[in-house]
């Protein structure tokens, strides 16, 4: 019985559709979405950097400073991006 509830109970670990439904109009603000964005990106094991970089840039607004920055120029990495 307690192996059944376990095992019903157990969090399920993140995947990657869970970065690429998070936009910036959520929250409001950059600072907001780009913390919340890395918190979730940290929480989720083995994933694609270059597919991460792109999901956070596709989540901006298309007037947003950063979103023309990052149209010129890709980081390679979340580590990149978020210096």
Do not use: H
């Not at 094991?45 to 298309?62: H, I, R």
């Not at 950063?66 to 120029?73: D, V």
């Amino acid at each position: 019985m307690f192996m059944a509830r376990f095992v019903t109970n157990k969090s399920q670990p993140l995947r990657v559709d869970s970065l690429l439904a998070l936009n910036i109009s959520d929250d409001g603000g950059l600072r907001a979405y780009a913390k919340r964005y890395y918190e979730e990106f940290n929480r989720i094991q083995a994933c694609n950097q270059e597919l991460a970089v792109v999901s956070f840039k596709n989540g901006l607004d298309d007037d947003c400073p950063l979103w023309k920055s990052l149209a010129k120029t890709l980081p390679k990495s979340m580590e990149k991006l978020m210096a």
